[in-house]
């Protein structure tokens, strides 16, 4: 784009020059000046011709022509601002929606874990399919046979857990994560202060050393510059700081709370707590790796398979054939985009689907201003414009117009960018803090450039096709468009609607979904219930454990039952461990080892358990069907009981009386449950299903013990009353410090919030999609109303003449509907089609209603038709209020 | 000068109109219109130029700086824009010359074995 050196005057000048010198030396050969003007101009030739060449050889025309179509196209929007603004706000809706979801699915779905080299890290989990056991833990020496097997650059342990942080100015529970010391080399992560832990370090079990998050030295260390080497206490040990992550930084967990780790300690797993190079002995850890470099997952999985084929021939003992003991490696990112990408993929969809019919809205905007604009085009083509050249000036216009909406888009999702963050449910995991990056800008440049070629075709091909004369003849007359257009713009309509009836059906099957689940039984009572968490020190050091016996903590725990139920309000009053918490999602599951099936004696299933008191039960209103519930004199004293529910039962003793069945559970979380692992428990009794596990799911096998007799470290009160949810936590947290003022008290939510909330990730999708469905089917009415406008007022001379020819007005009110109708039923039957294959595509975010709802289609469908009615009343009715004199007069 | 007349003169041949600039421009510097009229005698009135042809090829061969430019006054005292050979447009002549020069001889070789 060099500039040009020379102006085209001077060009004209240099010729006017040629001819006066010419016509000046056929003068002198005796013409006369009139002549020797004309000859000198003929033999020149054609002189804008010669311009023309000139223009086009000093310079780049492609580039001019842009300039001159770019403000040809300026002027043109704003001498039409209502037709500008309309278009430009559907596309920045369509595009700042489009981008804000792909924000968040970039940061979820593409780039789910940010650590260097995301795709070598996997999950490494052991199955015991014979067993009926997913994830069943893993043993030390197979820990070590994973390390040796040349597979891996690192294989880490990791157990979360929690701790009570003290030696700080107000007593807090913490989530720690015990990990391996290569865990940090084996994310690939640096600390921000500090150092972390020696990859190479062989130390058993655990070493004093922790490395914490930024949030946890903001929070309780008030940002110490000098943080390093100070200590802390967790569950009263001390611990030495040696190293703070960076603020971005979060664990690659499964669940909120794991990937909001506070705390890491290094654990040697190779002596105590993790004792015994027994290789049934599967302990609750999880399994983290760092694959060879280079190597896929399915060759891992490959090499990982001979090794364990290998092993079970090794030692057939532990590894009995029908327990078909297997490893699998599952990608690491699938702990964050697992149980979101269905949702996501379902939001990205139904935006992608409103940029669509918002595209193919502005498509017909266009269309119309076209029709309006045929007599312009023909004329400049008559006059010897280029078809390829006004065809290109049209896609400039739909091109800056998409462009203009890519960039509103973007500047109102900027600033609404605070606003949609708070939308976002905190369980939507994800380790990326959200951003609205380089990549998800280039994205929206790329989907409005893509918008605007897309919806500026249609118009500009029929640009590029008038009929000359026929234009020129037919516009004399002052009607408007061509039949090709009219049809254009139906079959644009039908698209429009097709598409919304889609999103609408995902929207309603969404609606339905949630509905279900929200008005499902849950089988308890969360009404004025509040429960709070407090979590008992679990010293290394056993001689620190003032709750260390089953003769303590039982003492504490009464107590602490005593003066709940004097605090204010309070009518009724339970302790459980924290699983015992409704819709609480950190299970605890346990190997459930039953009397009498030797089968299963070393490969066991898991059941979720819990502790609680007596009178757990009656708080909750979880009715007993069978035998009985705890009392009072199960205690520590007492032979050990449970309490199943239905589903158990129904899994474990179908068509068998559990009643008086004995059986064991597995040590749950490290420390804890000891003692059911000893001894055998007896089944007292058999509840009813409740869906305290997952609201979705209301058959979830779950056992409960007596509080008094198996005692967690982790306790939750119940409360029901007429209780002041807000002064609530200040007063168990005096309470409770009352009897040791160095537990924390934390966690305290209303039972009602806590279904809310995990009914919060469903709500969000269905409150997007159902948005971006009512915006679509918005703009496929202002599509239909737009058509029907144009048909009417294109039909004004012709329903003026029916006017005035008698006929009845109501008769022409049902030609325009039934028009309207038609495109309305046909968008529907198309959309219909498609609706039943995205249906069945998001069958597994469905609870409760079937894919292919005859109920959710016919509505829909309905609701659909009427308001592309009422869309056409509105033109229709100024047809019928057609005076015939002004009609006719007007043409 | 009839219309029988200019039917009857030759035609350029594609690509010689530089040639014939350049090789003019060698006797000094000169306008279009005495460019066009130079071209025009010196061949007898055998050639055909249409002078509008003829600024577009000066911009061209200006634009690669074989001949350079300036506005001045004519000898009848009118302004008229001189056409000066650069050195590049010197080497640019020799070297068109004899291609053209090689391209005419065996043109003609062919054409009188084709007689004989």
Redesign the interface.
């Known amino acids: 784009m060099w500039r040009r050196t020379r102006k085209a005057s001077d060009f004209g000048a240099e010729i006017e020059a040629h001819i006066a010198l010419e016509s000046e030396r056929l003068q002198e050969q005796g013409f006369s000046y009139e002549d020797a003007q004309t000859e000198a101009r003929r033999t020149f030739g054609n002189v804008t011709r010669v311009q023309e060449r000139f223009y086009e050889t000093s310079r780049w025309p492609a580039w001019d022509h842009f300039w001159q179509d770019i403000r040809y196209a300026a002027r043109m929007l704003r001498k039409s601002p209502g037709f500008t603004a309309i278009a430009v706000l559907t596309i920045a809706l369509g595009i700042g929606a489009t981008t804000a979801i792909f924000s968040l699915v970039d940061a979820t779905l593409l780039h789910p874990l940010p650590y260097p080299h995301p795709e070598e890290l996997v999950r490494i989990e052991d199955d015991l399919p014979g067993a009926g056991a997913t994830d069943a833990g893993i043993s030390i020496p197979e820990f070590k046979d994973l390390q040796r097997s040349g597979i891996f650059q690192y294989v880490v342990l990791e157990i979360f857990g929690s701790a009570n942080l003290t030696g700080v100015s107000q007593p807090s529970r913490m989530q720690y994560e015990g990990v391996s010391p290569a865990y940090f080399a084996m994310l690939g992560v640096k600390p921000e202060l500090g150092q972390t832990f020696d990859p190479q370090d062989q130390t058993p079990g655990f070493t004093l050393d922790v490395v914490i998050s930024d949030g946890l030295w903001k929070r309780a260390f008030g940002s110490d510059p000098h943080i390093v080497g100070r200590s802390l206490r967790g569950d009263n040990d001390l611990y030495r700081v040696i190293g703070v992550m960076p603020p971005g930084f979060r664990d690659p967990g499964r669940t909120v709370g794991e990937r909001n780790t506070e705390q890491w300690a290094a654990l040697g797993f190779s002596d105590d707590p993790a004792r015994g190079p027994n290789r049934s002995l599967r302990l609750p850890l999880e399994t983290v790796g760092r694959l060879k470099p280079g190597l896929t997952v399915a060759a891992a999985q490959s090499q990982l398979d001979a090794l364990v084929a290998s092993l079970r021939e090794q030692f057939p003992d532990d590894y009995p054939a029908d327990s078909k003991w297997t490893v699998r490696l599952v990608p690491l990112k699938e702990n964050v985009v697992g149980n979101v990408r269905q949702s996501l993929i379902l939001l990205l969809g139904a935006v992608a689907l409103v940029l669509v019919i918002g595209c193919v809205n502005v498509a017909n905007l266009l269309l119309a201003r076209a029709s309006a604009r045929s007599r312009e085009m023909a004329v400049r083509q008559a006059l010897g414009a280029a078809r390829r050249r006004l065809v290109r000036q049209l896609l400039t216009e739909s091109l800056l117009l998409s462009l203009l909406g890519g960039v509103a888009g973007l500047v109102i999702l900027f600033c609404m960018k605070g606003f949609l963050l708070r939308l976002i449910p905190e369980s939507l995991p994800r380790l990326n803090d959200l951003s609205i990056n380089w990549t998800v800008m280039l994205i929206a440049l790329a989907a409005s450039i893509a918008a605007g070629v897309i919806f500026g075709l249609a118009p500009a091909r029929q640009a590029g096709r008038l009929n000359l004369a026929s234009t020129l003849k037919v516009e004399g007359r002052g009607s408007k468009g061509s039949r090709e257009q009219t049809r254009t713009r139906r079959v644009l309509v039908v698209t429009e609607f097709a598409l919304s009836l889609v999103l609408m059906v995902a929207a309603g099957l969404l609606l339905r979904s949630f509905w279900d689940l929200y008005k499902a039984p849950l089988g308890f009572n969360p009404q004025h219930v509040i429960s709070v968490q407090l979590w008992l020190p679990s010293p290394n050091d056993p001689n620190t454990d003032i709750y260390g016996t089953v003769a303590q903590e039982p003492v504490f725990a009464r107590e602490l039952l005593r003066r709940s139920r004097l605090l204010p309000g309070v009518q009724e009053a339970a302790l459980g461990a924290e699983p015992s918490i409704p819709l609480h999602h950190d299970g605890n599951r346990s190997a459930l080892i039953v009397e009498g099936r030797q089968t299963q004696s070393k490969q066991t299933p898991l059941v979720e358990r819990s502790q609680v008191t007596p009178e757990y039960f009656h708080l909750l209103e979880i009715p007993v069907l069978r035998g009985r519930l705890f009392n009072d004199g199960d205690d520590e004293n007492a032979p050990l009981v449970a309490v199943i529910n239905q589903a158990m039962a129904e899994t474990y003793w179908r068509g068998e009386d559990p009643l008086g069945k004995r059986l064991k559970l597995g040590a749950g979380r490290a420390g804890v449950g000891q003692r059911a692992s000893k001894i055998w428990i007896t089944i007292v009794g058999v509840i009813a299903d409740a869906r305290t596990e997952s609201l979705a799911n209301a058959s979830v096998p779950q056992i409960y013990l007596s509080l008094y007799q198996e005692t967690p470290k982790e306790l939750a009160i119940f409360l029901r009353g007429d209780l002041n949810a807000s002064a609530i936590p200040e007063e168990v947290r005096a309470m409770v410090q009352s009897v040791d003022p160095e537990l924390p008290v934390y966690g305290a939510q209303t039972l009602n919030d806590a279904v809310t909330a995990s009914l919060e990730q469903r709500r969000f999708s269905m409150d997007i999609v159902a948005a971006f469905a009512v915006t679509a089917l918005l703009l496929a009415a202002l599509g239909i109303y737009g058509v029907i406008s144009y048909i009417v007022s294109e039909r004004t001379h012709e329903i003026g003449i029916r006017l005035a020819l008698g006929a009845q007005r109501h008769r022409i009110l049902r030609m325009i509907l039934s028009q309207g109708l038609g495109l309305a039923i046909a968008g529907a039957a198309i959309g219909l089609v498609g609706a039943v294959i995205v249906a069945h595509l998001m069958a597994g975010v469905l609870y409760g209603v079937r894919p292919t709802d005859p109920a959710t289609f016919v509505s829909v469908a309905l609701l659909l038709i009427a308001v592309a009615l009422l869309a056409c009343y509105i033109p229709a009715r100024r047809a019928i209020r057609v005076d015939p004199l002004v009609a006719l007069r007007y043409e | 000068m009839t219309t029988q007349e200019t039917n009857e003169r030759l035609e350029l041949l594609q690509g010689t109109l530089d040639l014939l600039i350049l090789r003019t421009l060698i006797f000094g510097a000169q ?4 460019i ?2 130079a071209i025009q005698q010196t061949s007898d009135e055998e050639l055909l130029v ?4 003829l ?2 090829a000066l ?2 061969l200006e ?1 690669r700086r074989w001949i350079s430019a300036k506005w001045g006054i ?1 000898t ?1 005292n ?4 001189f056409y000066t050979l650069t050195s590049a447009g010197r080497k640019q002549l020799a070297k068109e010359t004899t291609k053209w020069n090689r391209l005419t001889a065996a043109i003609g070789r062919i054409l009188e074995s084709e007689e004989g």
């Not at chain 2, 249409?50 to 042809?53: F, L, P, Q, V, W």
């Open positions: 306008h279009g219109q005495g066009a009229r249409e002078h509008g042809a600024y577009p911009q061209r634009e004519s009848n009118r302004k008229a824009r």
